[in-house]
């Protein structure tokens, strides 16, 4: 008679909140996780909460005492919707990383959980792909992703004849293009602070940037458009894992007029080429926008989005995004204020809406 062979049970999940202690375990993990991302990294949970006044509650998942997912939450408090879970706030894309879908749906639950506990209207993640649990889901937005080659040559030649043309045609407009840190940093705010009012967006204090510039000063970059000493258009990326993300970007009265965008977003893969860089994601867009068609000329591939959502109260997916109705008549009031005013309350409004 044979003995019957006992199978160990898997070791349980211990899900917790990650301290600041466990920052470079938390890094560690970023950095070698597919999934992961510059948005994933651990700094942001000090950067958000002394910069935008947002409570972090930056998960871990365990299991034998090793991290085997992690999910970063930061709580938004506005006074126009509510408290907002969220990962990850003003940023393209954050959402859990785990070793497997389990680890991933236990996190997700905790999250969940987690916005009944504090209170919060609802909760929202913005991830690369689809999750296993049963929520409710905005596929609006689009990530839009090139593919790098280390010789930049390589790539300016897999463009269509039409794009490498509209590049050279651009450039001839005698643009030049600047790469720097903090010493761009005023003129990037300036040009950005009028893009972004005339856009009907309020815009983060300068002080934000320079603290991110600060705390990632080998993997932050402005890229600054001149034409001789004018500034015409801005741009502000990250990198981690490979990857080179576009963040933020704005432009002056005459970026359109000299097609600025062709010699920036150019001089943005070049550099990223350099860099060793294998992908540069050119941030997210709305589906079947504008901005998806001029990405898309950069062979750049449209990637499906998920935000998803739950609300507490078992009420409907929030809609707050410029395409909502109810948010017109306030867009265009911000576009019609002056400078100085978006100036002083921008940063109020900005740090409200996630």
Sequence with gaps: MHAKIRIPSRTPLQIEVCEPTAAGEWNAYVAQHPDASFYHRFEWHSLNCEQLGNEPHFLVARRDGCIAGILPLSLVASPWFGRILCSMPYVNYGGPCADDAETEDALTRRAVELTGELGARHLELRTLRRSGVELPVSMRKVSLTLALDRDPEVLFKGFSSKHRTNIRRAEKNGLTVRIGGLELLDTFYAVMERSWQQLGTPLYRKDYFRA??????????????????????????????????????????????????????????????????????????????????FKKKWNAESEQLYWYYHRPDGGPMPELNVANPKFKLAIAAWQRLPLWLTRRAGPMFARSIP
Aim: glycine content about 14%.
């Design 212 to 293: 991110i510039l600060e705390t990632f000063p080998a993997d932050t970059r402005i890229f600054l458009c001149e034409k001789g000493t004018e500034p015409i258009a801005v741009a502000f990326n990250g990198y981690g894992n490979g990857v080179a993300e576009g963040m933020w970007a704005g432009g002056g009265p005459r970026s359109r007029e000299l097609s600025a965008n062709y010699v920036l977003y150019w001089e943005m893969m070049r550099d990223a080429c350099l860099r060793g860089c294998t992908r540069y994601h050119l941030g997210r867009s709305t589906a079947d926008s504008g901005a998806e068609e």
